[in-house]
């Protein structure tokens, strides 16, 4: 099995940075690909970024093209989500999850999630 764990959210100005951290504990980390997806009050969860087993292939939520940028470090069992250019509407929880499927943008293809970290994004 995966633990993740997510650190680095808080609150910044609009047009600011952050970058969110995943720590995963287990074994077979480099066996998984790895999603970042946010929910907004009274929204539903979204997409954000996904990344493949080794890191050779990437894939992002239209919304977050251009600005965001996912990575991962299979050595130190972290995957990463740099959040740059950011909009009062990227505000929400950020929860890092980990699957089999690749590319998953969609939460039933992630078995393992984390608790989430909010990232409040001001005027």
């Known amino acids: 099995q995966v633990q993740l764990v997510e650190s680095g959210g808080g609150l910044v100005q609009a047009g600011g940075s952050l970058r969110l951290s995943c720590a995963a504990s287990g074994r077979t980390f480099s066996s998984y690909a790895m999603g970042w997806f946010r929910q907004a009050p009274g929204k539903q969860r979204e997409f954000v970024a996904s990344?493949?087993?080794?890191?050779?292939?990437?894939y992002y939520a239209d919304s977050v093209k251009g600005r965001f940028t996912i990575s991962r470090d299979n050595a130190k069992n972290m995957v990463y989500l740099q959040m740059n250019s950011l909009k009062p509407e990227d505000t929400a929880v950020y929860y890092c999850?980990?699957?089999?499927?690749?590319?998953?943008?969609?939460?039933?293809?992630?078995?393992?999630w984390g608790q989430g970290t909010q990232v409040t994004v001001s005027s």
């Open positions: 999850a980990a699957g089999r499927t690749f590319p998953g943008d969609k939460t039933y293809e992630y078995g393992y």
């Open positions: 990344i493949s087993w080794i890191g050779g292939s990437i």
